[in-house]
């Protein structure tokens, strides 16, 4: 076992810390008004969606990482 | 604080000599009613019995019984209920084999008594950063939480050893993050996972007397996921268990759909004349912590339990440094 599986989970941590920071700064602060009893509704429907998106986003780059750094450790 | 010690420390002595004395007569009892299953990894015809968890469910009751003497919280309860539900649920899969889909199905229920004792807040933290309330998703996280970590352990569970080993090295992790974050009541209740783990241990490692089965490692993994929510340490939680994510990350992106290992027909692993672990070239078959651990070559069952190990203190240690980093508002 060679350096790859750490690194892969540094990469990991890393984009756990990065994705945290986007949440809290762009989640955080977002708020939907206007719609009387739905805003809580609608805010939290929202964010759940854009939470979401980043989830697929953070495992499409994992899946990318994934076969980029263990196609060099198998080969080499 | 001094006044947690005593509870502390009488906990983790219940955790560890329930399991430690409850094992051997369950051994036993299990070899008498040939309920034993052929380790795969041995050169020789080599049974072991399984499953070992009633004996580990026996330790977290009895340790959190005797917390709960001590301070009447729901978090207790919920970790109890919990993990009694998960090991119910692994014990159904162990007597008779379920589709691929019954375990993170039937471990929604179990995450059940966290949603309706309130035992969770629904803001996430974040290290760094501070925290984001969602509340609508956070019961999304509460319902998706306890089937992953109950997987995810379950999933590791690959080789003699690893499962319970796995589970001190990240059981202890967590528990210390939780001290870093002076969360210490939640930090003392989550005490008794490690040390059920360690006295599991004793007769999973290499060679295995007993193995857990389906029913101690959701156990395991479904305390271990309910620590996560009612100390709110998500994120840490997660960090800690980032070796078995990979793990089930690897195999649901190479299979592409939820799968029991037994419906695989691709092997991962073979063995070499000296019965050696070595990664396969079987195109069909799913890519696996272990399989990537042996890319570079053939290595004993000993050394790649010994890899995991090595894997589980890395981010053992990334978890540590996330809890101090929980501190640090930038």
Redesign the interface.
């Given at each position: 076992m060679k350096i790859g599986l750490f690194g892969f989970l540094f990469v990991m941590w890393v984009l756990i810390l990065a994705g945290g920071g986007i949440l809290v700064t762009l989640l955080g602060p977002f708020s939907i008004s206007g719609y009387g009893n739905f805003d809580l509704l609608l805010t939290s429907t929202l964010k759940a969606i854009i939470a979401i998106i980043l989830v697929l986003v953070w495992i499409l780059v994992l899946s990318k990482l994934k076969n980029w750094i263990f196609k060099k450790e198998i080969k080499s | 604080m001094t006044e947690l010690i005593i509870p502390a420390i009488v906990s983790c002595v219940v955790a560890f000599f329930t399991v430690y004395v409850i094992t051997p007569p369950l051994i036993k009892f299990l070899q008498k009613r040939n309920l034993a299953v052929k380790d795969m990894n041995k050169k020789d015809h080599v049974m072991v019995v399984r499953p070992g968890g009633p004996s580990i469910i026996a330790g977290i009751i009895a340790s959190e019984l005797v917390l709960y003497g001590f301070f009447q919280i729901n978090e207790i309860l919920a970790i109890m209920i919990t993990s009694f539900i998960a090991f119910v649920i692994g014990y159904v899969d162990d007597r008779k084999v379920m589709g691929g889909w019954f375990k993170p199905v039937a471990l929604v229920i179990a995450s059940a008594p966290i949603i309706f004792l309130g035992t969770y807040d629904s803001d996430?933290s974040?290290?760094?950063?501070?925290?984001?309330?969602?509340?609508?998703?956070y019961l999304?996280l509460i319902i998706f939480m306890i089937p992953i970590t109950g997987n995810t352990i379950n999933s590791i569970d690959v080789l003699n050893g690893v499962a319970s080993g796995f589970m001190i090295i990240a059981s202890f992790s967590l528990s210390t993050a939780l001290f870093i974050l002076q969360n210490y009541e939640i930090a003392i209740i989550s005490l008794p996972l490690g040390f059920v783990s360690l006295a599991f241990y004793k007769y999973h490692k290499i060679p295995s007397k007993i193995f857990p089965g389906d029913s101690g490692a959701l156990t395991l993994g479904a305390m271990y996921g309910t620590i996560a929510i009612v100390g709110h340490v998500e994120?840490i939680a997660?960090?800690a268990l980032?070796?078995a994510?990979?793990n089930s990350?690897?195999f649901l992106?190479s299979m592409k759909r939820i799968v029991e290992h037994r419906q695989i027909k691709g092997k991962p692993v073979e063995h070499t004349e000296d019965f050696k672990l070595k990664a396969t070239n079987d195109k069909t078959a799913p890519?696996t912590?272990v399989r990537?651990?042996l890319?570079?070559g053939p290595l004993s069952e000993k050394q790649v339990g010994y890899?995991i190990f090595?894997?589980a203190i890395?981010?053992g240690i990334?978890a540590i440094i996330?809890a101090f980093?929980m501190r640090v508002s930038i």
């Open positions: - | 996430l974040f290290p760094l950063f501070g925290t984001v309330q969602i509340p609508a998703l999304g994120i997660a960090v980032l070796p994510i990979i990350f690897l992106s890519v912590l990537l651990i890319a570079g890899a090595k894997l890395f981010s990334l996330t980093m």
